[in-house]
C-alpha cells in the first residue's frame, strides 16, 4: 500500500476523531453549575427583595444555559479550527514540494488544502470567534453582577428598592448587548456564499496560486 495512501487515512482518521469533541458540544446541552449561597440565603434583603431577585434570576437561567452552551459550541469549533488551519498552512507548502507521481500524494495534497478551506470559510462565514466571545462576556458580565449583588449590594444604592431596580437594570443592559452581538454577527446568504466561493479557489489553487489542472 502506498505510503501517501497511508498518510492520508492517518490525516482523516485524526481529522474525524478531532471533531468529535465538536460534534458532542453541537448536540448537548450545558446545566448550569450550582454557585454557592444565592438571593435566598442572602442577609441584605428582604423577604420581597428576595423573592424579587430570585425570580428574576430564575427567568434568566434560560438565557444563561442559552449562552453558556452556545458559548462552548463556538469555542470548541474555533480550537478545532484553528489547530487544524495552523497545520495546514504549514502542512500545505511542504506537501506541495514532496508530491510525486503517485495519484495519493494529489489526493493528500487536495484532501488537506480543501479540508483547511471548509473550516477557515466557515469560521469567517459565521464569525466563530466573535460568536464565542459575546457569549461568553455576556455570561461572564451577568455572574460579576449577580456576585456584585450578592456581597456588596450597597454600591447599587442607598435604599433596597433602588439597589434591585439598579441590578435589573443592569442585566437587562448585559442581555441587550449579547443579542445585539449575536444579530450583528449573524451572517447573511451574500456572507456565506463569498466565503464558500474564496475557500473553493483557496483549495483548488496550486503552490503558486494558480488554479490546479487535473
Known amino acids: 500500500m502506498s505510503g501517501w495512501a497511508i498518510a492520508l487515512a492517518v490525516y482523516s482518521s ?6 468529535l469533541p465538536v460534534l458532542r458540544a453541537l448536540i448537548k446541552w450545558i446545566d448550569l453549575k450550582p454557585g454557592g449561597p444565592s438571593f435566598a440565603e442572602s442577609p441584605h434583603f428582604s423577604e420581597e427583595g428576595e423573592n424579587l431577585l430570585v425570580h428574576n434570576f430564575e427567568r434568566m437561567e434560560g ?11 463556538y469555542r470548541t469549533f474555533h480550537v478545532y479550527s484553528l489547530t487544524w488551519i495552523s497545520l495546514s498552512t504549514v502542512g500545505v507548502p511542504l506537501l506541495a514540494q514532496a508530491i510525486d507521481a ?21 469560521s469567517r462565514a459565521f464569525r466563530v470567534e ?3 466571545k ?7 458580565e451577568f ?36 443579542r445585539a452581538a449575536e444579530t450583528d454577527n449573524f451572517p447573511s446568504m451574500d456572507d456565506v456564499a463569498q466565503e464558500f466561493r474564496v475557500g473553493h479557489l483557496s483549495a483548488g489553487s496550486g503552490p503558486d496560486g494558480r488554479q490546479q489542472q487535473n
Open 143 to 178: 455572574y460579576d453582577l449577580y456576585r456584585r449583588m450578592l456581597d456588596r449590594p450597597g454600591i447599587f444604592g442607598n435604599s433596597e428598592v433602588e439597589r434591585i431596580d439598579r441590578y435589573f437594570e443592569q442585566v437587562e443592559t448585559v442581555r441587550k448587548i449579547v
Open 14 to 19: 485524526l481529522a474525524l476523531i478531532s471533531f
Open 134 to 140: 459575546a457569549f461568553r462576556n455576556g455570561e461572564s
Open 102 to 122: 503517485d495519484p495519493w500524494s494529489k489526493w493528500l495534497l487536495t484532501v488537506v488544502a480543501a479540508h483547511s478551506a471548509i473550516l477557515l470559510a466557515v
Open 130 to 132: 466573535a460568536h464565542y
Open 63 to 73: 438565557t444563561l444555559k442559552f449562552w453558556k452552551t452556545y458559548a462552548e459550541r
